[in-house]
């Protein structure tokens, strides 16, 4: 009895898999193309500052709208394109996309008195590494016309750590460029804080799992609340990412964290949506703009 109980859980189960495998592939054939193609664009989360609730900066986050399968979550299809060289194909195509959307959006509210927003780009390891980057930044920078600073390259401190030496290296052209450095992810990995001190960085993400265990009482809060200590002590502007309740944004402003990116205050948008959000905005005089 239990056996056949088994036997069916196990057809369940490989089923399910040959499936997974299935849309793994088709998805692994279709990826090439869709880069080609501009297939995947960049969506637009806001960051805002704890202290003014004004929106400072977006991050650009890739998505594929596939024609059969609808919308695919990044999670997916970033690490394989990571496996081959279309990461650097796909990380360019992100990179112009967010400076000519942040270039617009400036240039729409340049009347203002406020300071320009900034846009965040995750760059993966080949990316990062690659030859021809610094030429390509510089000539993504040209051809959009964005000052430099306005640019923030998020990075993940195992990037780092695989190899500390040329990432230093890379990090300091980067930064000759005027452009900025953010450290993704951070306390997920081995982050210490000598990771901090090492490298040339201008602000840390913490992690969405740190933001949830915040919520898990007095220890999660005591450990939370240590990490952010660590860049405060070094004066590193830290962005909570993944707020989505009105106690965690609370809890966070409480603990002294600069800037929040989450569902809390907004979802990512279509470029066209923030320029919408923006102008309506203008036209009511709030203060967004
Ligand atoms: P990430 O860089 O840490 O980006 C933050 C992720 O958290 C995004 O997921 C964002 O939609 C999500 N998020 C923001 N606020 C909330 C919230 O309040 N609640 C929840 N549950 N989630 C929130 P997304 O867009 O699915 O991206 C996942 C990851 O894929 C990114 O994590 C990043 O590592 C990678 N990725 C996305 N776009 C690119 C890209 O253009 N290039 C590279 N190399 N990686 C990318
Ligand atoms: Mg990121
Ligand atoms: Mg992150
Ligand atoms: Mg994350």
């Known amino acids: ?8 859980r196990i057809q369940v189960f490989s089923h399910r898999m040959y499936q997974e495998a299935l849309e793994t592939l088709a998805i692994q054939r279709d990826l090439p193309s869709a880069i080609r193609n501009g297939q995947i664009k960049p969506v637009f989360q806001p960051i805002v500052c704890c202290d003014s609730g004004e929106i400072v900066g977006f991050e ?5 709208q596939h024609k059969e399968r609808g919308a695919i979550s990044p999670c997916r299809f970033i690490p394989m394109a990571e496996e081959s060289n279309l990461i650097v194909e796909l990380g360019e195509q992100v990179l112009t996309q967010a400076c000519q959307f942040i270039q617009h959006l400036n240039q729409m509210r340049s009347d ?3 300071p320009a927003l900034s846009v965040h780009v995750n ?12 030429d390509n930044l510089v000539s993504t920078l040209e051809k959009t016309k964005l000052s430099p600073e306005q640019l923030v390259i998020e990075i993940t401190e195992s990037m780092l750590i695989e190899r500390p030496a040329e990432s230093v290296k890379r990090m ?3 930064k000759q460029l005027g452009v900025n450095l953010a450290l993704d992810d951070f306390g997920t990995g081995y982050s210490a804080l000598n990771t901090l001190c090492q490298y ?4 840390v993400k913490l992690d969405r799992s740190f933001v949830l265990r915040l919520m898990d009482g007095q220890q999660g809060e005591a450990l939370v609340r240590a990490i952010i200590n660590m860049a405060k002590d070094l004066n590193l502007p830290m962005v909570a990412e993944g707020v989505e309740t009105y106690e965690q944004m609370l809890k966070i402003k409480a603990l002294g964290v600069s800037e929040i990116q989450g569902f809390y205050y907004y979802r990512p948008m279509p470029a066209e949506e923030v320029f919408a959000l923006f102008e309506k905005n203008a036209a009511d005089k709030t203060s967004l703009m």
Do not use: C, G, M, N
Request: glycine share 0%.
């Open 60 to 64: 650009a986050l890739a998505r594929w």
């Open 112 to 114: 203002q008195q406020k």
């Open 123 to 134: 760059f993966s390891a080949h990316h990062f590494s690659s030859t021809a980057l610094l």
């Open 172 to 174: 300091e052209q980067i």
């Open 1 to 8: 009895k239990a056996s056949k109980k088994q036997s069916k």
């Open 200 to 203: 040339p960085l201008d602000v």
